[in-house]
């Protein structure tokens, strides 16, 4: 019956070729690595500039809406000058 060889006896080739196989998985890994974060970084531009545009959108309506509320504010003052106005005539009338 044959033994096995010794550990020591085992042949380099196979320790290379390992060693090739490791190399080529790590180098493989590190590919696929590189085109994740190249992707991330794409999308991570995509998203600042979608940000950007939105804060735009953001102070443009803010600034509408000041608008708005101040257009409302002096319609508001003009229509309670105006009840005050109908409330005097009112009271005038009545004290005549």
């Given amino acids: 019956m ?3 060889p ?8 196979e320790a290379s070729d390992d060693d ?3 190399a080529s998985v790590v180098y493989d890994l590190s590919s696929q690595v590189q085109a994740a ?5 794409s999308k991570i531009s995509e998203i600042d500039q979608n940000a950007e545009g939105v804060m ?3 102070e443009r309506s ?4 000041l608008e708005k509320k101040k257009a409302l504010e002096e319609e508001r003052g003009r ?3 105006a009840a005050f106005t109908v409330l005097d005539l009112f ?4 004290t005549n």
């Fill in 91 to 94: 009271n005038r009338r009545d």
């Fill in 2 to 4: 044959e033994s096995s």
């Fill in 62 to 65: 803010k600034a509408s809406t």
């Fill in 37 to 41: 974060l190249e992707s991330m970084l």
């Fill in 20 to 22: 090739s196989r490791m």
């Fill in 79 to 81: 229509v309670e000058k």
């Fill in 6 to 13: 010794p550990a020591d006896d085992l042949p380099v080739v």
């Fill in 56 to 58: 735009q959108v953001i």
